[in-house]
């Protein structure tokens, strides 16, 4: 896990980088002027500069993160830049790598370069909303919480710098786009969804490893012999952990008394676990009070100063025993050994790839190679969630979002087969492709 790959400092933002892209639109828009004189392509110019100068101006700032002061540690937090998270980095190289194969072969089904990119510019824009729109609907506690004003509403929806983009958000959004454009562009439907359909699973295999980077859609505690991966402390499944008992030793199940406060029962005690220690025992009904993040890498990075009041990381709130609390320096510094679902993802969508790529050349009709996505990704999503831990059970069952979607999305790819099998009209039988 990476998730920041570096800081733009913060006193970039307090005048150079404005002023250095004064500097450049000055000297692009004499170029224009050079070259195409007082003409309306010159002056077209103006409102990308200006955009782009009041994103610096405005945007960005509210973008910097804040972090400890290494001066002051104890103290307040200070500006430390914008941070370039290898979550974005990675989202950028998936969408690249998915147009970059879409275009090698779009000619053969009689599509321009430019035809492509305008699909793929617009899809890219409409997954991108998707994926976040449906991350907020599915988070939607902590986005709206009490206190919270529209514009701390809007501005923690924008920011997407730590990541919160759900992958059948994205896979929605485009699709309703790519639909659109299509249509409004009079361009082969079906035939155009096989060609997209091997970029857009090669986008998401490389998209999973910015989720590794990022620390979420993460898995399960993985107690067997198998390959298995650990998480810093104060990253997602890190505090998960902590806040289902795990990390403290304790293995719980949910409070099945509906009118209980504490939402957890302890099945039993690690011995000599920090939950041991407590005194806390098998029946407890228990609550772990996550921290904040910020106090558990301060600790580990100062394991010799003597502990306060801030570093008492979190409490447990035993109905049995009261507040129980704990320092940050008795906590494991790493998490406990988590599936790696981030990986399992990463190359069954990579596998499944390879196989659309192939089979689109032996696809007797259009929309085969697309439903078949559907299919075979949706399965494969239903199946990693069994060993996922970042997502509950909706609608009163044990089945996530996720899981629910993915059932939707197998039987639209059923029936775009069907269609495509027996249809007269939107779905005509295609000619066999050069390979």
């Given at each position: 896990?990476?998730?920041?790959?570096?800081?733009?400092?913060?006193?970039?933002f307090q005048?150079?980088?404005?002023?250095?892209?004064?500097i450049?639109?000055?000297?692009?828009?004499a170029?224009l002027?050079?070259?195409h004189?007082n003409?309306?392509?010159?002056?077209?110019?103006?409102?990308?500069?200006?955009?782009?100068?009041?994103?610096?101006?405005?945007v960005?700032?509210l973008?910097?993160v804040?972090?400890?002061?290494?001066?002051d540690?104890?103290g307040?937090l200070?500006?430390?830049g914008?941070?370039?998270?290898g979550?974005?980095?990675?989202?950028?190289l998936?969408?690249?790598?998915?147009?970059?194969i879409t275009?090698q072969?779009?000619?053969?089904?009689?599509?321009?370069?430019?035809?492509i990119?305008g699909l793929g510019?617009?899809?890219m824009?409409a997954?991108?909303?998707?994926?976040?729109?449906?991350y907020?609907i599915q988070?939607?506690?902590?986005?709206?919480?009490?206190?919270?004003?529209l514009?701390q509403?809007?501005?923690a929806?924008?920011?997407?710098t730590k990541?919160?983009?759900?992958v059948?958000?994205s896979?929605?959004?485009a699709?309703?786009?790519g639909?659109?454009y299509?249509?409004?562009?009079r361009?082969?439907l079906?035939?155009?969804a096989?060609?997209?359909?091997?970029?857009?699973?090669?986008?998401?295999a490389?998209?999973r490893?910015?989720?590794?980077?990022?620390?979420?859609c993460?898995g399960?505690?993985?107690?067997?012999?198998?390959?298995?991966v650990?998480f810093?402390a104060?990253?997602?499944?890190y505090?998960?952990?902590?806040?289902?008992?795990?990390?403290?030793?304790?293995?719980?199940k949910?409070?099945p008394?509906?009118?209980?406060?504490?939402?957890l029962?302890?099945?039993?005690?690690?011995?000599?676990?920090?939950?041991?220690?407590?005194?806390?025992?098998?029946?407890?009904e228990?609550e772990?009070?996550?921290?904040h993040?910020?106090y558990?890498?301060f600790?580990?990075?100062?394991?010799?100063?003597?502990?306060?009041g801030?570093d008492?990381v979190g409490?447990?709130?035993?109905?049995?025993l009261?507040?129980l609390?704990f320092?940050v320096?008795?906590?494991?510094?790493?998490?406990?050994?988590t599936?790696?679902?981030q990986?399992?993802?990463?190359?069954?969508?990579?596998?499944?790839?390879?196989?659309?790529?192939?089979?689109?050349t032996?696809?007797?009709?259009?929309?085969?190679?697309?439903?078949?996505?559907l299919i075979?990704y949706?399965?494969?999503?239903?199946?990693?969630?069994?060993?996922?831990?970042?997502?509950?059970?909706q609608?009163?069952?044990?089945?996530?979002?996720?899981?629910?979607?993915s059932?939707?999305?197998?039987?639209?790819?059923?029936?775009?087969?069907?269609?495509?099998r027996?249809?007269?009209?939107?779905?005509?039988?295609?000619?066999?492709?050069?390979a």
């Open positions: 896990m990476r998730q920041t790959l570096f800081f733009i400092p913060h006193w970039i005048g150079p980088l404005l002023i250095a892209w004064l450049i639109g000055v000297l692009v828009l170029y002027y050079f070259r004189g003409s309306q392509e010159t002056w077209s110019f103006l409102p990308v500069f200006a955009v782009v100068a009041i994103v610096i101006q405005f960005l700032p973008l910097e804040d972090g400890v002061n290494p001066d540690p104890a307040e200070t500006k430390q914008l941070a370039i998270r979550y974005g980095m990675f989202l950028v998936a969408i690249a790598a998915g147009v970059a275009l072969r779009c000619g053969k089904i009689g599509l321009s370069v430019d035809q990119i510019f617009w899809m824009v997954g991108i909303a998707g994926a976040r729109l449906f907020v988070k939607s506690d902590e986005f709206f919480v009490n206190g919270a004003d514009g509403v809007l501005l929806v924008v920011d997407m990541g919160g983009l759900v059948y958000g896979l929605i959004g699709m309703v786009a639909f659109v299509l249509k409004l562009n361009l082969p079906a035939a155009t096989d060609l997209i359909a091997p970029g857009m699973v090669l986008g998401l490389i998209g490893i910015g989720c590794l980077m990022n620390g979420c993460y399960g505690v993985c107690d067997a012999p198998l390959f298995s650990t810093p104060g990253s997602a499944p505090m998960k952990q902590l806040s289902d008992g795990e990390l403290i030793g304790i293995s719980a949910a409070n008394n509906p009118e209980s406060r504490y939402p029962v302890a099945e039993t005690i690690e011995r000599g676990s920090i939950a041991d220690l407590l005194g806390l025992k098998a029946g407890d228990f772990v009070q996550s921290p993040d910020r558990i890498r600790q580990k990075s100062n394991p010799g100063r003597p502990l306060n801030k008492l409490m447990v709130d035993c109905q049995r009261g507040l609390t320092p320096n008795e906590l494991p510094h790493r998490s406990l050994s599936h790696p679902t990986i399992y993802s990463a190359i069954n969508a990579g596998l499944l790839s390879l196989v659309l790529w192939f089979y689109w032996i696809r007797k009709y259009d929309g085969e190679v697309f439903a078949l996505m075979l949706s399965i494969g999503r239903f199946l990693m969630e069994l060993i996922r831990e970042d997502e509950l059970g609608f009163g069952t044990e089945l996530t979002i996720s899981q629910w979607v059932i939707a999305m197998i039987i639209l790819g059923f029936s775009i087969l069907a269609i495509a027996w249809s007269k009209s939107s779905f005509a039988r295609a000619p066999l492709p050069a």
